[in-house]
């Protein structure tokens, strides 16, 4: 893989940082966007800012909402806030939208950003501008065409996998939240063109209760959807040796041409909400997986809901990295102020040899019933969601000058670097950190001796990294 310099913007994530603290969904709520502004404060005191470039996010319109969810839903989230939900009682009951999915201000606001990223990080892979673009935003599977569902408000995930399929014969969904992807499961269950596959906590009522090993789609999407339902203190050995030979038999059978990755970090050990045993590094382990398939990927966020256990570990692995002293939100670290808190909850791992054993010779024999992968005729391609061509150069210091790329930015993204893009995020903000670190390292690979240029990452909300030998789809000429 080689990497080359891209320019910097430092000054959006200043921007994307303050907008964020002002979307709060209440005081106990487990889900907190403001936590982005810790990642900020480590990005910033770690350097890696110098290997970023700063994007605003495109923003989601209600047009491209609709693409998958009710004209009556996206408008009711478009009018609706505190100030004026007494008038829509009906409508917050219709749309499931109330304790766990509440009205708080900037709701829209909140939905389109995080949407459009991961919108913008799809059209991207779309035209080869990158191989891999992260949204750690999105991942917002739980959303249902006509309502809210376990914080999720606008499903970003099947939106966007709406974007690949215009290009893309046959997309792979990937799921390693700790609840089922139920709203991306339900989006695709009767098609063979999106392939989705959840490891997930099942049983014992644990939300949202869907992800049986025997919901395998239907009619064209027979066999097509795929269940790993685990139960309580999975560990890293344990998940390791389930999640390979299955994502390796779902890639050889099904053979994708995009993948999407789902990475809530939720299934950490020590979640608010959950109940795994994963570690920091197992859980990187996941995407450095997926990554070596050299398949474009699109890396979306997820849950994760315990504040000092979620930071950047995933893309930047490195043991020389050591908490700073003088980093903004020191206290969070606490008790250990360690980048490696112990996420071990020495919960019993009641996944025996042998359940995971029928839960791999289930799969296997599914996956027997694809006889091959399918194919699709592509003669006429849709428009593109987002233009990137501009004949004037825009000013760096114009407000919003970032909004689109430039030609010229395109050919030097078209050549090089990583995108690294920071929009508004639902996990919490170590968790964030941690996912960032090891992804680096597993998308990246270890350093070589060999002589390379300056790597450098850009910051928007999407983020795009251009490497070397990734498989690629070209549509059929109209």
Do not use: W
């Given at each position: 893989m080689t990497l080359s310099a891209v320019g910097l913007r430092l000054r959006l994530i200043c921007k994307l940082?303050?907008?964020?603290?002002?979307?709060?969904?209440?005081?106990?709520?487990?889900?907190?966007?403001?936590?982005?502004?810790?990642?900020?404060?480590?990005?910033?005191?770690?350097g890696l800012y110098k290997k970023m470039m700063v994007f605003k996010p495109y923003k989601a319109s209600q047009h491209d909402m609709c693409r998958f969810h009710s004209e009556d839903y996206i408008d009711f989230?478009?009018?609706?806030?505190?100030?004026?939900?007494?008038?829509?009682?009906?409508?917050?009951?219709?749309?499931?939208?109330?304790?766990?999915?509440?009205?708080?201000?900037?709701?829209?606001?909140?939905?389109?950003?995080?949407?459009?990223?991961?919108?913008?990080?799809?059209?991207?892979?779309?035209?080869?501008?990158?191989?891999?673009?992260?949204?750690w935003a999105g991942g917002l599977h739980h959303a249902k065409k006509f309502e809210a569902s376990g914080?999720?408000?606008?499903?970003?995930?099947?939106?966007?996998?709406?974007?690949?399929?215009?290009?893309?014969?046959?997309?792979?969904?990937?799921?390693?939240?700790?609840?089922?992807?139920?709203?991306?499961?339900?989006?695709?269950?009767?098609?063979?063109?999106?392939?989705t596959v959840s490891f997930h906590k099942y049983g014992n009522y644990f939300f949202p209760g869907t992800g049986d090993m025997y919901e395998v789609g239907a009619e064209s999407g027979r066999y097509y959807c795929l269940n790993v339902p685990l139960r309580d203190g999975i560990d890293d050995q344990s998940y390791r040796q389930l999640f390979q030979p299955v994502i390796k038999q779902v890639v050889d059978f099904y053979q994708p041409t995009c993948i999407v990755l789902q990475c809530g970090a939720d299934s950490l050990g020590c979640d608010r909400l959950?109940?795994?045993?994963?570690?920091?590094?197992?859980?990187?382990?996941?995407?450095?997986?997926?990554?070596?398939?050299?398949?474009?990927l699109l890396v979306l966020g997820g849950g994760g809901y315990t504040v000092r256990n979620v930071w950047y570990f995933h893309f930047l692995n490195s043991p020389s990295f050591s908490l700073l002293l003088c980093a903004e939100?020191?206290?969070?670290?606490?008790?250990?102020f360690t980048l490696h808190p112990d996420v071990s909850t020495r919960i019993e791992n009641q996944n025996s040899r042998q359940y995971l054993e029928q839960i791999r010779q289930t799969v296997f024999e599914n996956l027997k019933m694809l006889n091959h992968a399918p194919s699709v005729q592509i003669h006429d391609v849709p428009s593109d969601l987002l233009g990137y061509e501009r004949n004037d150069e825009p000013d760096p210091?114009?407000?919003?000058?970032?909004?689109?790329?430039?030609?010229?930015?395109?050919?030097?993204?078209?050549?090089?670097?990583?995108?690294?893009?920071?929009?508004?995020v639902r996990w919490d903000i170590l968790h964030i950190t941690a996912f960032f670190i090891t992804s680096w390292n597993a998308l990246t690979g270890k350093k070589k001796k060999t002589k390379q240029k300056k790597q450098n990452i850009s910051c928007t909300a999407t983020v795009l990294i251009r490497c070397q030998g990734f498989r690629t789809f070209s549509p059929a000429a109209p």
């Open positions: 940082n303050s907008v964020c603290v002002l979307v709060v969904l209440g005081a106990g709520h487990p889900m907190k966007p403001h936590r982005l502004s810790l990642t900020h404060s480590l990005v910033l005191h770690y989230l478009q009018k609706v806030s505190p100030n004026n939900m007494q008038g829509f009682t009906k409508s917050l009951n219709t749309f499931n939208v109330g304790d766990d999915c509440p009205v708080f201000p900037g709701l829209f606001e909140f939905c389109s950003r995080y949407t459009g990223a991961s919108l913008q990080g799809a059209t991207q892979l779309n035209h080869k501008i990158c191989d891999i673009a992260i949204n914080f999720c408000y606008v499903n970003d995930i099947v939106i966007s996998i709406l974007e690949l399929l215009k290009y893309h014969p046959r997309v792979l969904y990937i799921d390693i939240d700790i609840h089922h992807g139920d709203g991306v499961q339900e989006a695709f269950y009767l098609t063979d063109r999106v392939m959950g109940c795994f045993n994963l570690s920091i590094r197992g859980h990187g382990e996941c995407v450095e997986f997926v990554k070596s398939f050299k398949i474009p939100y020191f206290e969070y670290f606490a008790p250990d210091d114009e407000r919003g000058a970032e909004d689109n790329y430039t030609s010229s930015r395109l050919s030097n993204l078209e050549q090089a670097g990583l995108t690294f893009s920071i929009g508004y």
